[in-house]
C-alpha cells in the first residue's frame, strides 16, 4: 500500500510569494494533518481536517490555510511568504477513530 | 508547551538495549502516551502507545509508571538504523487530537 505522499518533495520560493503544497493520505484515510518543522525543533501542529472539515488549527497566522477535498487529499497553502516560512512542512493521515498518524516524507520549503 | 520532559541526547552500543525514559508529571487520565521516531531527513514515525499497562510491539516496548508520570522506551537490541531523534508526547485518544512535539532525545547507536 502507498503511505503518505506529499508534492513537491523541495521548492525555492522568494519573499512575498505564495505556495501550494499538496497530500495524500493513506487509502481509507479520513483525516489529513498539516506539521510545520523548523531545522533542529519538532513538528508544530498547523491544521488538522477530518472528513473535509477543520477540526484544529494551531497558533499560526492567516496567511496559512488548508484545505480537504472530498477524496481526502489536502492542500495547505502560505501567502506572502517570509523568511521564517522556511521549513519542512509535514502531512500526516489517521484512520477514524485513531490517533496514530502516519506520516509523510514532507515538503521542504526554503523562502529566499 | 510539550507536556513532557526528555534529556537531549543518550548513546547506546549496537546490540544493546536502549532505554529512553520521558517524564509527564501533568498528564491526565484519558491522556495516553505516545512514541514517534524521525530519522533524518524523513517523516516521523509512529513507534507504539499506551494508557496506563506496559505494552509491547514488534519495534519496542514501552513502560509506564503506576502513577502515569513517566515512561520508559525500550528499543531490546538497538541497530545502527535506530539512530533517531525519538518523541515521547501526551495525547488524548481519537482523529481529532493534535500531536504537541517536544524538541526530543537524539539517540545514538555505536558501533
Known amino acids: 500500500d502507498a503511505g503518505v505522499t506529499q508534492s513537491p518533495t523541495h521548492l525555492i520560493k522568494t519573499r512575498g510569494q505564495q505556495v501550494t503544497l499538496r497530500c495524500s493520505p493513506i487509502s481509507g484515510h479520513k483525516s489529513v494533518s498539516w506539521y510545520q518543522q523548523v531545522l533542529g525543533q519538532g513538528p508544530q501542529f498547523i491544521f488538522q481536517?477530518?472528513?473535509?472539515?477543520?477540526?484544529g488549527r494551531g497558533n499560526f497566522p492567516d496567511r496559512f490555510s488548508a484545505r480537504q477535498f472530498p477524496n481526502y487529499s489536502s492542500e495547505l497553502n502560505v501567502n506572502a511568504l517570509l523568511l521564517g516560512d522556511s521549513a519542512l512542512y509535514l502531512c500526516a493521515s489517521t484512520r477514524s477513530g485513531a490517533n496514530v498518524l502516519t506520516f509523510g516524507a514532507g515538503s521542504r520549503l526554503t523562502v529566499l | 508547551d510539550a507536556k513532557t520532559t526528555q534529556p537531549t541526547s543518550m548513546d547506546c552500543a549496537e546490540g544493546r538495549a536502549a532505554n529512553l525514559p520521558c517524564n509527564h508529571s501533568?498528564?491526565?487520565?484519558?491522556?495516553?502516551v505516545y512514541w514517534y521516531r524521525q530519522i533524518h531527513s524523513q517523516g516521523p514515525q509512529y513507534i507504539i502507545h499506551?494508557?496506563?499497562n506496559n505494552e509491547t510491539n514488534e519495534m519496542a516496548s514501552l513502560i509506564i509508571t503506576e502513577d502515569r508520570k513517566s515512561s520508559t522506551l525500550i528499543l531490546p537490541h538497538a541497530t545502527l538504523r535506530d539512530t533517531a531523534v525519538y518523541y515521547c508526547?501526551?495525547?488524548?485518544?481519537?482523529?481529532?487530537?493534535?500531536?504537541?512535539f517536544g524538541t526530543g532525545t537524539l539517540l545514538a547507536v555505536q558501533p
Open positions: 501533568t498528564i491526565s487520565g484519558n491522556e495516553y
Open positions: 481536517y477530518y472528513e473535509k472539515e477543520e477540526r
Open positions: 499506551g494508557l496506563k
Open positions: 508526547i501526551v495525547s488524548k485518544g481519537g482523529a481529532t487530537n493534535k500531536l504537541i
